[in-house]
């Protein structure tokens, strides 16, 4: 063979081996959706142990039982995570207004071992750097994949973890319900330095962690109705811990082959989630709902520091006596938005549904504690001039903002049609008048998220709605709500 046959054969060569490399670099992708991870496989079935809790709400008080709960349960399962799909904090006036903020909750979570966390929309209700304080004394992360620009307010959120354990790898992505208006249910100059994006959006971008794990979990802080859409949409993921509607899912079963839980709120229930892999792949799952309320002994150490937190005096002040029992939210909003009106000078006062935060209060003494209870979230109060047309659209506008129910109101009673287009008004002692310009009260938050129309651009009186209700049961002594209805 010459010289010249040799070169051209060698150059085929090439071209040949040249063609097989790039085809399969082009088919790489494609196989790496079904890869397994590269590693010994585990000895036998390995199990991997969650404990899950959602929207503690500041409930200190249930930390001694579920503690022993804890200590049980490890007992049994070394290797036990324990995780929270967001909402720790407001509830409860002991935590929410302790100096820091929020600390006996994240001490207490501290103190339990909790692996993950994700955040909540009530994680913002106190200011970023509220936040940034608990995410830097927290032992634990905090996990968002969907929130971005968190890192220009210091703020330190991982969208993923991957945890070892048993020789098999787990992925945890964590997100946050997104509202309408493109933000979490908080108070929007809390989160006005961040943008979010839709879970529905995010989740698919983390596909990928099913071909680098053998175990995906979504802890959700989204709502059951989303997780079950997200469930639908991406059934690579193994199991949904959720949060966020409070739901109690007595029974948790699978949704298009993924699990999905919910413990209701207020640590009153965990759920116990156990996952047999094999191989490297999930082969079977299970969830169990347990009682915390059922756990007889607290755990004494626990017990002690609950203790100390609720020894704070200025809570336990006496304000007023209620003459009888508090016993729908309605009631409670009715005190609330008379505080307001009397105490701004209003003609009217609305609050929003959501922003009363328990359904009834026992009669006798109620306390500095209790109005916090009420009231945890330190908005101002704002008072816009409108007239009578205005207030009618505004009630509207709020009628549809809280998903069709009526604000809380004082100084009139009135009534919305279902689809809300229509209002009727009654004023005690006078004609309510589409003309006239009245002053209406309401809290910064409504202010802030309501459609107004107003004939100001309101004024702040530089007093919460909290404290408007400190001073107003402190003028009166003496209330009585009880059947107090003012809205239909």
């Not at 409670?332 to 009217?348: I, K, N, V, Y």
Request: contains cysteine; aromatic residues 8%; charged residues 25%.
């Amino acid at each position: 063979m010459n010289k010249k046959k040799l070169f051209l054969l060698l150059g085929l060569l090439a071209v040949v081996l040249w063609l097989t490399l790039c085809n399969r670099s082009k088919k790489e992708p494609q196989q790496a959706e079904t890869r397994k991870t590269e590693k010994a496989t585990t000895a036998g079935d390995a199990e991997i142990v969650i404990l899950s809790v959602n929207d503690m709400h500041s409930s200190i008080d249930m930390f001694p039982k579920f503690a022993t709960m804890v200590d049980s349960l490890r007992a049994v399962y070394p290797d036990l995570l324990l995780f929270s799909a967001g909402d720790n904090r407001t509830g409860n006036p002991v935590n929410d207004q302790y100096e820091p903020v929020n600390y006996p909750m994240i001490e207490l979570m501290n103190r339990m071992g909790f692996d993950l966390c994700t955040v909540g929309n009530h994680e913002w209700d106190g200011d970023v750097d509220n936040l940034r304080n608990d995410l830097e004394r927290a032992k634990f992360p905090f996990l968002c994949a969907n929130v971005y620009d968190f890192q220009k307010v210091g703020l330190d959120f991982k969208p993923f973890v991957t945890i070892e354990q048993q020789g098999v790898k787990m992925a945890v992505v964590g997100m946050i319900e997104i509202r309408h208006d493109g933000i979490p249910g908080t108070h929007p100059d809390r989160v006005k330095d961040v943008r979010f994006k839709n879970a529905k959006v995010v989740l698919p971008e983390y596909k990928y962690l099913r071909n680098e794990n053998d175990v995906v979990v979504l802890l959700s802080h989204c709502g059951l109705e989303d997780d079950m859409e997200l469930a639908q949409a991406n059934p690579w993921l193994d199991a949904i811990i959720g949060g966020h509607s409070h739901t109690l899912i007595e029974r948790p079963s699978e949704t298009n082959g993924v699990l999905i839980t919910q413990s209701g709120s207020h640590l009153k229930y965990a759920t116990l989630v156990k996952l047999k892999v094999k191989n490297h792949k999930v082969i079977w799952k299970e969830a169990v709902v347990l009682d915390v309320n059922k756990v007889r002994k607290e755990k004494p150490e626990i017990k002690k520091l609950v203790d100390e937190f609720n020894d704070t005096p200025a809570l336990n002040e006496p304000l007023a006596v209620a003459k009888t029992k508090f016993e729908t939210p309605q009631e409670l909003g009715c005190m609330m938005t008379d505080a307001m009106r009397e105490m701004s000078g209003a003609d009217f006062a609305f609050q929003n549904t959501g922003g009363v935060r328990i359904n009834f209060l026992k009669k006798g003494p109620i306390t500095v504690k209790d109005v916090y209870s009420i009231d945890p979230f330190n908005n101002e109060v704002v008072v816009f001039e409108m007239t009578g047309a205005q207030v009618k659209r505004f009630i509207v506008n709020s009628f549809r903002k809280n998903g069709g129910f009526p604000s809380f109101v004082s100084g009139m009673t009135y009534s919305v049609d279902d689809d809300g287009r229509n209002v009727w008004i009654e004023m005690e002692g006078e004609n309510f008048s589409t003309k006239k310009v009245y002053k209406v009260a309401m809290n910064s938050y409504m202010a802030s998220t309501v459609e107004i129309e107003s004939e100001d651009d309101g004024q702040s009186m530089f007093m919460t709605s909290e404290e408007m209700m400190i001073e107003f049961l402190r003028k009166h002594k003496a209330v009585d709500y009880q059947g107090v209805v003012r809205t239909k």
